[in-house]
């Protein structure tokens, strides 16, 4: 009896630290101020996720700037064995833990997953690389290939500079930063892209006023387009760390959506149709405008004689004003 309670109690215990360690996996370290790297948003399985940031992060970073090197390693980061059993990523972990270790911190990956603060977000941090070069080069390929490379991972954002998320540190922090950009002789269109998690002190509204304020101090050539802007201006806000970034063609590689950017794009409506169309339709208002202008006339005719009306009767004090 009692051997079948202890193998009980086991299973019990093992349910339990199986369910903690899934609930959420933290890296050796949390996302500060001062770090570099990539911002990646997944659905629900961040164990996954981050088997998936490893092989796609990897293989385009050997390809852009070549493979990693390292003097007493026997292998690279941890999701280059397998994908995605969570066997597989612990020991994988372990092993890129005592790496660190050994090495006295010395040799850090170039690559290391933190914990961002935030649930179904993970953050990459990177070493001695470019995070927006790489995300860059990954989204342009697959938006060429149209090669879909990952399951659970839904937008790779990177984060070029960080600062304490508060909206005077902020904002001093992105005078210097937008400068490369934005600050006279260089101008660009532009949009604000701005979400904030576990943060409730920022105000969505005040923040992007504030920064399309300070662009616009930088160079007034410097123009909002929310439709297709040159620069696209990201900035990220998880508990007390900002992360910032300016990303070229958000837009067009679907706010860097990797799995909306492999999808194929509408087809284009054919020019010769809407040629036709528009003529049409140009006939149809040259039919109508004479009537509707001349509705248009009479309304604006109306309101005048009205307001003038009024006027009368103010000046008049035969009407009191509030």
């Known amino acids: ?170 904002l001093k922090y992105l005078t210097t930063f937008l400068e490369p950009w934005f600050k006279t002789p260089n101008s660009a269109t532009y949009q604000i892209a701005f979400k904030a998690r576990n943060s409730s002190h920022n105000k969505r509204e005040e923040i992007i006023k504030s920064i399309a304020g300070l662009v616009g101090k930088l160079n007034p050539k410097n123009k909002v387009d929310l439709t297709n802007p040159e620069l696209t201006i990201i900035v990220e806000v998880i508990k007390a760390v900002c992360c910032v970034s300016v990303a070229k063609d958000y837009t067009l590689y679907r706010k860097y959506n990797v799995q909306e950017v492999v999808k194929e794009d509408a087809p284009k409506p054919d020019a010769a149709k809407m040629k036709t169309n528009l003529n049409a339709a140009e006939q149809e208002d040259e039919h109508n405008g004479g009537e509707a202008e001349k509705e248009e006339e009479k309304k604006v005719a109306e309101d005048e004689k009205t307001e003038a009306q009024i006027e009368e009767k103010v000046d008049k004090g035969l009407l009191k004003t509030a």
């Open 1 to 170: 009896m009692s051997a079948v309670q202890n193998e009980s109690r086991k299973r019990s215990k093992k349910r339990y630290v199986s369910g903690q360690q899934g609930k959420r996996w933290k890296g050796s370290r949390e996302l500060e101020v001062g770090m570099l790297g990539i911002l990646i948003t997944c659905n629900m399985n961040e164990r996954k996720c981050t088997a998936e940031a490893f092989n796609l992060l990897n293989e385009y970073a050997d390809k852009l700037f070549g493979p990693e090197k390292l003097q007493d390693s026997k292998g690279s980061s941890s999701s280059e064995e397998e994908e995605g059993e969570e066997e597989d990523i612990d020991v994988a972990l372990k092993k890129e833990v005592a790496q660190l270790q050994s090495s006295g911190g010395k040799r850090e990956r170039r690559f290391q997953a933190l914990d961002s603060g935030a649930n179904n977000v993970i953050f990459i941090r990177t070493q001695n690389l470019e995070p927006d070069k790489l995300v860059h080069h990954i989204l342009s390929d697959l938006h060429t290939t149209k090669k879909k490379k990952s399951r659970v991972i839904l937008r790779m954002l990177p984060v070029t500079g960080t600062c304490k998320a508060f909206q005077e540190d902020m």
